[in-house]
């Protein structure tokens, strides 16, 4: 069986916690794709172009997803990813994943718009910038990471701005995409409206 669930949103919005989720429910797999982009983000910061870093991009390269879960990542990532040969690159690894046999959750920017336009399901998480910030800082906390309000909203800012703006895939809704405001919904409430819509697409 393929069944592709499409997940997109801005940073921090809740579409990893949903994306882990929904494929734990249902036995899907889960890739979270800006893990790629913030493997070729740190690669450059390690001097590396970044076309040569996602040509020769590896699974290898995601095996510590912690080490790339940092602030300074986080800013390359979104650099790189306005580069369009980079963003080609990335394309069949996502794709491949996508019609992977026993369903697959995907969650990114561009996953219901353009790796995978034909999902039988697109979410798009959204939440305001300040309470994405405030789950942002909290994250970074408790991983030992020292955070700032301010400076974690104004990266929040920058990089939805740059998500947003790019002209390779920009981050958008879908137009078929059901947009899921987290913003005062609880983890449970969130992650059981994405549940219900995977559920409604399987039944009918
Ligand atoms: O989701 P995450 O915050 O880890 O993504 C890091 C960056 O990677 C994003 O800010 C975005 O620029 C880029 N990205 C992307 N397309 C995706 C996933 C991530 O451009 N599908």
């Given at each position: 069986?393929?069944?592709?669930?499409?997940?997109?949103?801005?940073?921090?919005?809740?579409?990893?916690?949903?994306?882990?989720?929904?494929?734990?429910?249902?036995?899907?797999?889960?890739?979270?794709?800006g893990?790629?982009?913030?493997a070729?983000g740190?690669?450059?910061?390690?001097?590396?172009?970044?076309?040569?870093a996602?040509?020769?991009?590896?699974?290898?390269?995601?095996?510590?997803?912690?080490?790339?879960?940092?602030?300074?990542v986080?800013?390359?990532?979104?650099?790189?990813?306005?580069?369009?040969?980079?963003?080609?690159?990335?394309?069949?690894f996502?794709?491949?994943?996508?019609?992977?046999?026993?369903?697959?959750?995907?969650?990114?920017?561009?996953?219901?718009?353009?790796?995978?336009?034909?999902?039988e399901v697109?979410?798009?998480?959204?939440?305001?910038?300040?309470?994405?910030?405030?789950r942002?800082?909290?994250?970074?906390?408790?991983?030992?990471?020292?955070?700032?309000?301010?400076?974690?909203?104004?990266?929040?800012?920058?990089?939805?701005?740059?998500?947003?703006e790019?002209?390779?895939?920009?981050?958008?809704?879908?137009?078929?995409?059901?947009?899921?405001?987290?913003?005062?919904?609880?983890?449970?409430?969130?992650?059981a409206?994405?549940?219900?819509a995977?559920?409604?697409?399987?039944?009918?």
């Open positions: 069986m393929r069944f592709t669930v499409a997940i997109d949103g801005p940073a921090a919005a809740g579409k990893g916690t949903i994306g882990r989720a929904v494929a734990g429910h249902f036995g899907f797999g889960h890739l979270d794709t893990l790629l982009y913030r070729v740190a690669r450059m910061l390690a001097g590396e172009k970044a076309e040569d996602a040509r020769d991009l590896t699974p290898e390269h995601l095996a510590n997803p912690d080490e790339l879960r940092t602030a300074e986080a800013q390359a990532a979104s650099r790189v990813a306005v580069i369009p040969e980079v963003r080609a690159y990335l394309l069949d996502q794709r491949a994943f996508a019609h992977r046999v026993g369903g697959a959750v995907l969650d990114g920017r561009d996953i219901g718009t353009v790796i995978c336009p034909r999902a697109k979410l798009f998480v959204t939440a305001s910038a300040e309470v994405r910030a405030k942002r800082m909290d994250e970074l906390q408790g991983r030992g990471q020292a955070a700032d309000f301010d400076t974690v909203l104004a990266d929040v800012k920058a990089r939805d701005a740059r998500d947003a790019r002209a390779t895939a920009p981050m958008v809704a879908a137009e078929d995409a059901l947009v899921l405001d987290t913003s005062d919904l609880s983890i449970e409430e969130a992650v409206a994405a549940i219900a995977v559920e409604a697409r399987r039944a009918g």
